[in-house]
């Protein structure tokens, strides 16, 4: 009797199914979300690393030579950080993705990896929000100068590098923002297990 | 009898993490108001020798650094204050709502993070401004000004130290919400 209700009973799976559908969905937008993290570091790595400019420019000990110098990110030790900050976090952007599909297709480890997503989010939106203020900051400088201190602004004789530096800022902010959006989400999914 | 045990372990475990959860709010609030502080009263004045020609008498020129003088320092000194402030507002609102309720934990993780990451961008500025004034950048011409200001500067490193361990407190804080939503939902 009992195996004969057993094939009576696979309309049974179906029932949790709309249950099941609602954290699909949200492995959707966050796979969605992790492939943007990874379009936006990349954009933005590419279009700083491409930014060297060489103009002819007075050389800094005698104002009267002038000279063809180049700008590049890596005479600034704040670009590098940027740069290497942000290609990390393309790296993790990777790697996530595929684990967040890998959790969407068996979700019998979602456990443990939601809350390994859930710590390493937050670990990276400290580091891209510390990499962009650091690029900010010294491009900042670098667009208005600083007559307290006498630094001359830059922006004037190298005006293709500052226009790559600052969309790189710009693209890396977004990224810090769909950073922030996917921790808080990877939180709300730990929050809806406990409701559930 | 088993079911009032669990019961009895769970509330002691949230207990503990509220106490360790306002420890930490206090703390960040103690380092960020600090940080603020030492920012904003931190002024260095020297005399500096100016000689034009040489018929001219040398001019003494006092100059000054402040910190309103640089927009990285402007934008450290007003985010370490609105950290400190949400920490303010923040350890009221956790010690008069209960924050074993999930949903104003929900909340309170979500806006520590973003002051998380107000933090950690304005120590960013800050660090790479200060790296700039103590080394100084050739390239672009940026003559290194800590061997003017000597004292200026270490007032600043002083304080961003201070900021950076606040937002790692920050960090802790989030990092503990999550754990303690990882354990219920376990």
Redesign the interface.
Known sequence: MASTDKPASPPKPEAPLPASKCPFNYSVVDVTLRVLLFAATVTSVVVMVSSKQTEVVPL?TMPTVRLP?P?KFS????LI?FVAALSVTGLYSIITTLASISVALTPAYS?SF??VF??LD??F???V??????????A???L?G?N?????K?CNAYDKFCRHVGSSVAVSLFA?ILL?LL??MS??T??K???D | MDGVGSNVKVVESSRRVTHCDLILRILGLILTLVAAIVTGVDKETKTISVSITKTLPTLHVPVTAKWHYMSAFVYFLISNAVASLYAAASLVASMAVRTSKEKAAMALVILDMTIMGLLFSSNGAAIAVGVLGQYGNSHARWNKVCELFGGFCHEMTAAIILSLVGSLVFFWLVALAILNLHKKSG
Not at chain 1, 75 to 78: E, I, M
Not at chain 1, 129 to 138: D, F, I, P
């Open positions: 800094p110098l700008a005479h600034s030790p704040a950080y456990k939601l809350l859930a710590f937050v670990v939106v400290g580091i929000a510390s990499a962009t203020g650091a690029a900010g900051g010294v900042y400088i670098g208005k600083n307290h201190v006498g630094w001359n830059i810090a922030v921790s808080m939180t709300f730990l929050y297990k406990i409701r």
